[in-house]
């Protein structure tokens, strides 16, 4: 987990839309507040604050009013990682003042809006020069309020590790029940590529282990098994049409025999859209394709 973002119950479309936002740059939030069953809430949250690398906490009309609020802030600040963002015209509680905050008040969702684009790259910036979050102490003795420079520069730094054939494929893989945001051509490009060796890989098991039949196809047994990986190439193919700026119901022509693959190709060489759009920000950020 890269973010976790803090707010009060009457503000949870605003994290939502956040965190949405953040998805779509490959950052992974946690912002669903259910407890599983057997865990306490207190327990639950400190759990989920050790392992994030940033935490955005949305101060508003209602979260400064927040005891829960306040101390999840408390623990973020403490530990160097928090990211305060105003939504109201509002003072945060004192002791969380010295460190700016990125102002959203009035935001529409719109993610070209330049005060999106410069929280969201502060965000990047953040998570990509975190240290193992499990390696630190969840309670500081000494609070190291992060600088407000520091934590808001000029630019961001560009998150390698989830820009790389790895984390794409992993993207892929952790956002396939959701179908939302966008995935860039690279992105789409290597997870298909991945999807490929893994039907070569266990087409090849099938005919050295069960041998071919009559037409001199090998029998397929556990060649299968790769239909675990189609809603993924599905969720995939719908995210690089939304890049691209059309309906991800467009993703089941990809699952059509001999179409599909014509289309996979389309969706692999098919140019990005710069700015953002309905679906999201530009999931480039500042690398290029």
């Not at 990211?83 to 015209?89: E, F, G, K, N, S």
């Not at 953040?126 to 190291?144: C, D, F, I, K, Y």
Request: overall charge neutral.
């Amino acid at each position: 987990m890269d973010v976790f973002i803090s707010y009060a119950r009457e503000d949870r479309a605003h994290a939502e839309h956040i965190a949405h936002g953040l998805s779509a740059l490959g950052l992974e939030p946690f912002w669903d507040t259910d407890i599983p069953p057997g865990q306490t809430w207190a327990d639950y949250i400190e759990a989920k604050l050790a392992a994030c690398k940033a935490a955005i906490v949305l101060w508003s009309a209602h979260s400064v009013k927040s005891q829960w609020v306040r101390e999840e802030a408390r623990i973020a600040r403490d530990r160097s990682q928090l990211i305060p963002v105003l939504l109201d015209q509002v003072q945060p509680p004192f002791g969380f003042g010295e460190v700016q905050a990125a102002d959203l008040t009035g935001w529409t969702g719109d993610y070209n809006d330049p005060r999106w684009v410069r929280f969201s790259q502060a965000v990047q910036n953040v998570a990509a020069r975190a240290p193992n979050p499990r390696a630190a102490p969840l309670h500081s003795t000494t609070p190291t309020p992060q600088p407000a420079a520091q934590a808001y520069g000029a630019g961001a730094a560009h998150n390698e590790s989830a820009s790389s054939p790895i984390g794409y494929i992993q993207n892929c893989l952790r956002l396939y029940a959701d179908g939302r945001g966008r995935a860039r051509r690279a992105e789409y490009g290597w997870f298909i590529l991945f999807y490929v060796a893994v039907l070569l890989t266990l087409a090849t098991i099938d005919a050295m282990v069960f041998g071919f039949n009559y037409e001199g196809t090998p029998n397929y047994v556990v060649t299968w098994l790769v239909l675990g990986l189609l809603p993924a190439a599905v969720s995939a193919a719908s995210r690089r049409l939304h890049d691209l700026n059309l309906s991800g119901w467009l993703a089941i022509v990809t699952v059509i025999p001999y179409l599909g693959w014509l289309a996979i190709l389309a969706l692999i060489f098919a140019p990005s859209k710069d700015a953002a759009n309905a679906y999201g920000p530009n999931p480039k950020a500042s690398a290029a394709v």
